[in-house]
Nanobody, 115 residues
């Protein structure tokens, strides 16, 4: 069992930045995948970015060049640095990890981009 605690969401103007954090209750060193997803009302959840145990990184096209996923094994935490935020980035962002077969989700953090 892994508990995930997210932080860092909030209200930001277009063009602004936020950094989301996801801290796990145990070591993330052995996690096969760590990911950020987002959900907006009326739409299916979207994979935003992920990083696997080999350090390979995936970004959805709609965030390439603006978002950066990273990890800090010593802190059992991974991050999503979001720059140049747009109105359409408004969503609840969820972190997700999988050590193998099972998967675990954070509680979600609201990101609102508004002027």
């Amino acid at each position: 069992q892994v508990q995930l605690v997210e932080s860092g969401g909030g209200l930001v103007q277009p063009g602004g930045s936020l950094r989301l954090s996801c801290t796990a209750s145990r070591s993330i060193f052995g996690m096969k995948i760590m990911a950020w997803h987002r959900q907006t009302p009326g739409r299916e959840s979207e994979l935003v970015a992920d990083i696997n145990q080999d350090g390979n990184i995936y970004y959805a096209d709609f965030v390439k060049g603006r978002f950066t996923i990273s990890r800090d094994n010593a802190k059992n935490t991974f991050y999503l640095q979001m720059n140049n935020l747009k109105f359409e980035d408004t969503a609840i962002y969820y972190c997700h990890v999988s050590p193998g077969v099972a998967g675990y989700w954070g509680q979600g953090t609201q990101v609102t981009v508004s002027s």
